[in-house]
């Protein structure tokens, strides 16, 4: 079952629901009694968030990819990936990576609500082959109404190198998932995200990273911020599977809560079925530290401005370890303007 399946068929049951153990915060069924139309086909100009970065844009608007709906990486490229939404209807799209042994990608992904409302589902499909590198930049722009999936498989061969930073406002229901197939063999992972949500928006956070060989490495941080009545979720997952002996994984979500109707499910997770492996994971839920507010207050600085530079300090963490300094430097502007801080 996914939204991708029910906007192709047009069948309901085939949307996942709260019934669904990992979709049991992200209920899609019940809150979908129909789905809009097909989205009509759209022309968009070139831009978007990472405009300013360069590099090769590749777009698919309202479900339909301008030009081949694949992409094959040889040498060092920088490629800005844009899915965008003009219209109110439905729509999914498929987009196939692949990174060829040593090559690097440096991938800046985005989701871009040019109308708000839209039905829509996004599959990705990256193969990094050996000693091949990605850096993956995700930044999810959608409207309060909108209701979307996006959904990454990633699979890695030895001695591959990945990063990926997903940043999200949310949306009126948001899921977006990572599944990597993690061969060990000295492959890295850096897998980390951060969600800022007001009104009534919502963000799933999902990951899944399944270690199947000896020798592997994952390094995951994911921090949230829920104003209002938002909600939060992040589902994180690490598989040490039989024989992935030696893998060093690391796993960290942690989150403020800044409203008493705000909330946020969490659900970090290890299945280790391997010796010899170093594994751990933490979760921690909040509020703004006051002691830290009244340091701030008694040099002068107004609360509001004292709780925006503690958040921003907060999610910085998260931004701080993108290593395409472009990227970055987005990621920064985008969080200093959800928190009121831009200019």
């Known amino acids: 079952m996914s939204l991708a399946k029910a906007i192709e068929t047009g069948d309901l049951t085939q949307l996942p629901s709260r019934r669904d153990e990992d979709w049991r915060w992200t209920d899609l069924r019940g809150l979908l009694r129909a789905l809009p139309p097909a989205s009509p086909e759209a022309q968009i100009a070139p831009g978007g968030p990472f405009e300013a970065a360069g590099g090769e844009e590749l777009s698919v608007v309202n479900g339909r990819v301008a030009g081949a709906a694949g992409l094959i990486v040889e040498g060092e490229r920088l490629v800005r ?155 994180g997952r690490i598989v040490v599977e039989h024989g992935a002996d030696k893998t060093d994984a690391r796993m960290g979500h942690h989150a403020l809560i800044l409203s008493d109707k705000a909330e946020i499910d969490a659900k970090p997770e290890l299945l280790i079925f391997a010796d010899d492996v170093q594994c751990a994971h933490g979760n921690t839920i909040g509020a703004l530290d006051e002691n830290a507010l009244f340091y701030a207050r008694q040099r002068g600085i107004p609360l509001d401005e004292a709780k925006a530079l503690l958040t921003a300090a907060f999610v910085g963490e ?19 303007a959800q928190l009121g801080r831009a200019g």
Do not use: C, N
């Open 81 to 235: 990936l844009r899915f965008v939404s003009t219209a109110l209807g439905s729509h999914a799209a498929k987009v196939k990576i692949e990174i060829k042994p040593g090559a690097s990608l440096h991938l800046l992904e985005s989701y871009e609500a040019q109308a708000d409302g839209a039905v829509a589902s996004a599959e990705v499909d990256i193969v990094l082959g050996e000693g091949a590198r990605l850096e993956r930049v995700v930044l999810v722009q959608d409207g309060p109404e909108s209701v979307t999936v996006s959904q990454a498989r990633i699979f890695l061969a030895a001695g591959a190198e990945m990063g990926q930073t997903v940043l999200t406002s949310g949306g009126r229901r948001q899921r977006i998932e990572t599944h990597v197939a993690h061969p060990g063999i000295h492959a890295t992972i850096r897998m980390d995200g951060a969600y800022l949500l007001r009104d009534q928006r919502h963000a799933d956070l999902t990951t899944v990273v399944t270690h199947g060989g000896l020798d592997g490495t994952t390094s995951q941080l994911t921090k949230g911020v829920v104003h209002d009545q938002a909600r939060g979720v992040f589902q």
């Open 318 to 336: 998260v931004v701080d370890r993108i290593a395409y300094e472009p990227a970055r430097e987005v990621a920064a502007a985008w969080v200093a």
